[in-house]
């Protein structure tokens, strides 16, 4: 974990994190991002579902009979593909970044923490190399759905890197099995940004 030089103490604190200057070379203790190194981070998040409402996915709308139990939107698909951007930087989760405590994200339309993270990854010096998407849902079916997700993702992003995305059951098993849930996973690869 990386100290603060003045007052030698963890930086816990994501905010902190992205404030850790650029650098080519590895620091005694960790600190600082190393420049030009590929970056891979990892998100996940599910939801309960609940009758009524509107299911988002991706930022399209799937379903107009469930909705996901959520302070924002609940767009999982997004939830995990952000928090799979701050662990690729080091800067913490969803939830430290955007708290479902905080007012100002009840009801968002999850692409808002996107539009948020992504423009300081950019910042950072890296872009969007990669991203697979894996979404665990039992209804509705999504494979008629998966071209009108990526391209809703890729314009997220400015159409850069190359985008996946895999739609799948849970064979009946557990909340997401029983059809109670929706879940996603998202893994992404950062590359040095060479503009």
Not at 149 to 154: H, R
Not at 155 to 173: D, P, R, V, W
Request: aromatic share 4%; charged share 25%; glycine share 12%.
């Amino acid at each position: 974990m990386p100290l603060d030089p003045k007052k030698r103490r963890p930086l816990t604190r994501p905010r902190e994190r992205a404030q850790l200057p650029l650098t080519d070379k590895p620091r005694r203790g960790g600190q600082g991002v190393v420049v030009g190194m590929p970056r891979v981070g990892h998100g996940y998040d599910i939801h309960k579902l609940q009758p009524g409402g509107q299911l988002v996915l991706a930022g399209v709308v799937v379903s107009q009979e469930v909705s996901p139990v959520a302070h924002s939107d609940g767009d999982v698909v997004i939830h995990a593909i952000v928090d799979a951007l701050l662990g690729a930087m080091g800067w913490g989760d969803i939830g430290e970044m955007f708290p479902d405590t905080d007012p100002r994200w009840k009801g968002a339309a999850s692409r808002l923490f996107i539009e948020e993270v992504y423009p300081k990854v950019r910042a950072a010096g890296y872009r969007l190399s990669n991203l697979d998407v894996t979404v665990l849902a039992e209804r509705p079916r999504l494979a008629p759905l998966k071209a009108q997700m990526i391209a809703s993702l890729a314009g997220m992003f400015g159409l850069g890197g190359t985008i996946n995305l895999k739609a799948a059951t849970n064979e009946g098993c557990d909340a997401v099995g029983r059809g109670e849930a929706v879940a996603a996973h998202a893994v992404v690869l950062l590359a040095k940004a060479q503009d």
